[in-house]
T-cell receptor, first 111, second 114 residues
């Protein structure tokens, strides 16, 4: 069935450094790839997304890249801040109408 | 425009009781999804509903679990005869259409079975 692999499971960076989270997906029909940020005790919040007709998208300190041939997509956070500390989930949505999530990356930004 | 509303936020049930979780989607959204999240884990798809229809329930256990999204009122996730392993956070998400669009999540219901 559909599967999304996410790495690393935990990431610790110094404030101001960049953080990169990588995901791979199995369903070649997937055409929409959102990224969610989940803070403790809260629901996931959409932070950025990318569609299959685009290779890269940027929103201030956050960027996503997509390689459809390799079925890879990545989240890049530059100039990290302590408030970026959270769990980040990648996801893929294809023809099955259900969003498949990665297992999550716990990001720690040390001040 | 209020976001996705879930209630209750916390629910404690004894083994064997029933749990009812409610989800009111965002205004104008007719697609609802339920996910389960175990501690320190990701979100697992359970069921996808449109008004009065279950579209995909492939992630929902065949026994004890049911979901509905009536014409009027919130979507309900119902767990009968709860067991300790049902303890988890249950999240609802809604979207205005099914394909190629973002889903917005509620704050979740944390179910604890004692």
């Amino acid at each position: 069935g559909e599967n999304v692999e996410q790495h690393p499971s935990t990431l610790s960076v110094q404030e101001g450094d960049s953080a990169v989270i990588k995901c791979t997906y199995s369903d070649s029909a997937s055409n929409y790839f959102p990224w969610y940020k989940q803070e403790l005790g809260k629901g996931p919040q959409l932070i950025i997304d990318i569609r299959s007709n685009v290779g890269e998208k940027k929103d201030q300190r956050i960027a996503v890249t997509l390689n459809k041939t390799a079925k890879h997509f990545s989240l890049h956070i530059t100039e990290t801040q302590p408030e970026d500390s959270a769990v980040y989930f990648c996801a893929a949505l294809g023809g099955g109408f259900k969003t498949i999530f990665g297992a999550g990356t716990r990001l720690f930004v040390k001040a | 425009n209020a976001g996705v509303m879930q209630n209750p936020r916390h629910l404690v049930r004894r083994r064997g009781q029933e749990a009812r979780l409610r989800c009111s989607p965002m205004k104008g959204h007719s697609h609802v999804y339920w996910y389960r999240q175990l501690p320190e884990e990701g979100l697992k798809f359970m069921v996808y509903l449109q008004k009065e229809n279950i579209i995909d329930e492939s992630g929902m256990p065949k026994e004890r679990f049911s979901a509905e999204f009536p014409k009027e009122g919130p979507s309900i996730l119902r767990i009968q005869q709860v067991v300790r392993g049902d303890s988890a956070a249950y999240f609802c998400a809604s979207s205005p259409q099914a394909e190629n669009t973002e889903a917005f999540f509620g704050q979740g219901t944390r179910l604890t079975v004692v």
